[in-house]
């Protein structure tokens, strides 16, 4: 059985720093993480790949990083510059094949809150 499990969420206020793991049970080509603010779609936020390229939606450009260590099978988001739009259940998923954000994922884990405030 497939396990992602999340941790690393907590609150911040505005500015601040956060980082996001998640633990996998078998390697992945391709992992990801998700967001969803209350009320809205969840949506991408970075994917990376076993080649360590990643993939950003353009709302946390140069503010997040994703990365990955293969031989822990974990997965990172490290959040700076954190802001309320930030603020959400953030969800560690994973696919085979195409690994963009926009991607449809196999895999998900139970999320994390992130609360940021201002």
């Known amino acids: 059985q497939v396990q992602l499990v999340e941790s690393g969420g907590g609150s911040v206020q505005a500015g601040g720093s956060l980082r996001l793991s998640c633990a996998a049970s078998r390697a992945f080509y391709c992992m990801g993480w998700f967001r969803q603010a209350q009320g809205k779609e969840r949506e991408g936020v970075a994917a990376i790949d076993s080649a360590l390229n990643a993939d950003y939606v353009n709302s946390v450009k140069g503010r997040f990083g994703i990365s990955r260590d293969m031989s822990k099978g974990t997965l990172y988001l490290q959040m700076n510059g954190l802001k309320p739009e930030d603020t959400g259940v953030y969800y560690c998923?994973?696919?085979?094949?195409?690994?963009?954000?926009?991607?449809?994922?196999?895999?998900w884990g139970q999320g994390t809150q992130v609360t940021v405030s201002s």
């Open positions: 998923a994973a696919r085979s094949g195409l690994c963009t954000v926009t991607a449809m994922y196999d895999y």
